[in-house]
């Protein structure tokens, strides 16, 4: 059986819909946890119009959706599957017969589907399951395999929560699948808080929270020795990235370089950036811009080269 755990906070307007998308499921075999990440509302009214085994939780206090999902995920021991549905999102109708159908059939600890992702306009678009791991959307994780390697939620992450989460689960299994179907529709909100915000310090703590997350998974790399499981090429990239949008934005650098620092410091990475084939391929043609919202767009101080140089002393155009 699946638990579909939904963390919820603010959701009136969209709870309808996902909870219809459940209903609408030609595989009943689920049960639903539903995490009120601290408010008041308990959706009662909402709830009670669709005849499903449903438990609501109540958080006290507003921690985010990571330590939301995490609280179903400790009430899931007896469930042999779970996956996740934010309230403002849906399930493809086909979605849980699908993912568990794949899951038993190829013995995997995890199963990625493909995303179908609709913009507030234009034409939805089709992400394939295998540019989706960062996220928990269209996800069936083996209940048994989350527990018996400690995969959690870390609960000092209130974003990125997901990219620590999902990351750590390949440095503990071969047995991620993908099943090339669309089961989940991710309804990209754009009135989010992390797609309208154009404040520094919003920006600030939001990469903040991914350099610390990064950190959080090399640290478990590095003391299982299971580099190569990880996509260390766009790690690097993001670390660019986010370092350069930070400092275009006028944000505090230091905490971001003491940890880029130590991250170029490891073995695994330093190997790429100091190899001339992969650099060459993957590194150095990087944009020298972001979007970081749908308003807010930065231009990139450093190129990627100038980067490494500040940071290691490596000078990538000398030794190339």
Sequence with gaps: MVNIIMPIYKARDTLDRA????????DKYFFVTMVV?????????????????IKVINKEKNEGPGLARQ???????????????DAD???????????????KTTGSDVVYSNLTVERFQGTPDEWDAQNT???????????????????YFDPTLRYNEDLFFNYSIMLFTEKISCLHEPCYIWKLNPNSLTRTNNNVDFWRFKNDSYFYAIDRLFERANELNKWD???????????????QTMMAVGADMSKAEELTKKFLDYDALAKL?????????????MPQANRISGTLFVYFEETFSQWIKRLTGFDMKMKF
Excluded at 37 to 53: H, T, W
């Design 19 to 26: 909870l219809l998308s459940l209903q609408n499921q030609t």
């Design 37 to 53: 990440d601290g408010e008041d509302d308990d959706y009662q009214d909402i709830i009670k119009k669709y005849p499903m085994n």
């Design 71 to 85: 609280l179903g995920l400790d009430r899931s021991y007896q469930f042999e599957y779970v996956m996740f549905l």
């Design 89 to 103: 999102d849906m399930l493809q109708p086909l979605a849980v017969e699908l993912l568990t159908h794949h899951a």
């Design 133 to 151: 791991t960062t996220w928990c959307h269209g996800k069936i994780y083996r209940t048994q395999f989350l527990i018996d390697n400690h995969i």
């Design 229 to 243: 499981k990880l996509p260390l090429g766009a790690f690097i990239g993001g670390l660019y990235r986010s370092a």
């Design 273 to 285: 950036i100091t190899n001339p084939k992969y650099a060459m391929e993957n590194l150095l043609g």
